[in-house]
């Protein structure tokens, strides 16, 4: 059975950064794509970063580039999304997820249950 748990979520100012892990049982990051979304009040879940199993391949969504890496730890099995200079506008529930690659949630297998992250303004 397939379980990704995240972490790292909280308040934060903006123009501050916070790291979010996201750690999986019963799957092996480093043969999977991977992504991280998120998904405010009343709006739809978003891309914001997509990572290929290769590392050959990265997309980021045009409101997170400059400021949002993803990044793999392998022997932990562990994928991170460090997010720096973040913005009010980037409250939301962040959720990471396997099994595709790409923006769009329906293609992703596997779905953690989510961390909340809120920038005060």
């Known amino acids: 059975q397939v379980q990704l748990v995240e972490s790292g979520g909280g308040l934060v100012q903006a123009g501050g950064s916070l790291r979010l892990s996201c750690t999986a049982s019963?799957?092996?990051?480093?043969?999977?794509?991977v992504g991280w979304f998120r998904q405010a009040p009343g709006k739809e879940r978003q891309f914001v970063v997509g990572?290929?199993?290769?590392?050959?391949?990265?997309a980021s969504a045009s409101s997170v580039k400059g400021r949002f890496t993803i990044a793999r730890d392998t022997a932990k099995n562990t994928v991170y999304l460090q997010m720096n200079s973040l913005k009010p506008e980037d409250t939301a529930v962040y959720y990471c997820?396997?099994?595709?690659?790409?923006?769009?949630?329906?293609?992703?297998?596997?779905w953690g249950q989510g961390t909340q992250v809120t920038v005060s303004s």
């Open positions: 019963g799957l092996t990051f480093s043969r999977n794509d």
């Open positions: 997820a396997a099994g595709s690659y790409g923006s769009i949630p329906l293609q992703y297998l596997y």
């Open positions: 990572d290929s199993a290769s590392g050959r391949s990265t």
